[in-house]
């Protein structure tokens, strides 16, 4: 009889284990800088990704299962970034969309490959992202060496025997992308006049603010992120100089103006065609705006993410990350808030494109406004 009884026991905890099992969440972990001056960005991919769980939650989930998201803070920080991969690995995560900075992603993405996780990254552009080969790692996002081609375009057309400097914050992306633009320049004719790196974090830009004044800098190009660009900016403008600025992607944020003052007003910058405009963002943009959160930047590349996530399951029949990579690089077409997308070998999509913008005064505050013709 106890036996039985035994018996019975096991078998009705297993049945309820099942149950368990076929109820369980797909966790999707979500990471980039949280806390720090870039939280600006940590929140849209964070936003993002929750927004499209909700969504896609509320229309009965993926497989018949709901998303649940567990969020990791990187703080940009590359040891962090790796601290961050390594807890989602033992939390069981397999699907993971981050990070922001691409001197983050790069070695977390290492981790992830190596314990079957599956990477999309809303804004991570430094080549070597996917250049790498690894099997597991996709953006939403483009290229550095994309926009530093529009980049040094613009440059080239528009301040050709002018002196142009070129500066960043020594990061994997900035440099790259400096490094890309600079490039682009010298091709088109153009030897920079400055050349210069500076410390993520670093406040006083006194001495290098006498550098592009010594130097007669018609145009600063600027690889990095809003933080440093604004405070330079800021400082250029209290000694009288109306030296032309241009950025790109990292600036995507209204903190730059918080941070900058007045004086950004005019600043250039490179960025695909604002997200928010497409008529397949609209109903999204609306709940975003709803919640009093303005979708700017990379939170529709990161809701994004998650519908890549989805679509990719529900062809494949499947949430395993190797058959999900192989199904993104299959050349299927995902159906997005960004409009279509399809993915190359590399893991990068095939049709990314960028624009140019200028910072203006839109009603009584400055934002960036798409270039007419651009």
Sequence with gaps: MLHATRIVLVAALALGAAAGA??????????????????????????????????????????????????????????????????????????????????VTIPASEVYA?????????????????????????????????????????IV????????????????????????????INAGGIKEALYEGVNVGEKDFSALVSKIKEAKVDLVYWGGLHTELGLIVRQMRDQGMT?????????????????????????????????????????VVKEFTDKGFDPEAYTLYSYAAVEVIKQAAEKANSLDPKTLAGTIKSGMTFHTVLGDMT???????????????????VGDKITYVQNEGE
């Design 243 to 283: 030296t032309k600025v241009m950025g790109a992607d990292g600036i995507v944020s209204e903190e730059f103006v918080a941070i900058g003052g007045p004086g950004v007003e005019g600043t250039f910058m490179t960025f695909p065609p604002d997200p928010r405009k497409r008529p397949t963002a609209a109903k």
């Design 343 to 361: 993915y190359d070998q590399k893991g990068d999509r095939t049709n990314i494109d960028y624009v140019l913008y200028t910072w203006k005064k």
């Design 157 to 184: 057309k528009n301040f050709k025997g002018k002196n142009v400097a070129v500066l960043h914050d020594k990061t994997t992306y900035g440099k790259g992308l400096a490094d890309e633009t600079r490039k682009g």
């Design 22 to 103: 076929a109820r369980a969440d797909i966790k999707i972990g979500v990471a980039g800088p949280i806390t720090g001056p870039n939280a600006a960005f940590g929140a849209q991919l964070k936003f993002g990704a929750e927004q499209a769980a909700e969504d896609i939650n509320a229309a009965g989930g993926i497989l018949g299962q709901k998303i649940a998201v567990e969020v990791g803070d990187d703080a940009s920080d590359p040891k962090q970034g790796v601290s961050v991969a390594n807890k989602f690995v033992g939390d069981g995560i397999k699907l993971v969309v981050g990070h922001f900075n691409s001197g």
């Design 114 to 154: 190596d314990n079957g996780v599956l990477d999309i990254t809303p804004a991570a552009t430094n080549p070597k992202v996917t250049d790498r080969g690894l099997w597991n790692m996709f953006r939403t996002c483009g290229r550095d060496d994309q926009q530093g081609l529009v980049a040094s375009a613009f």
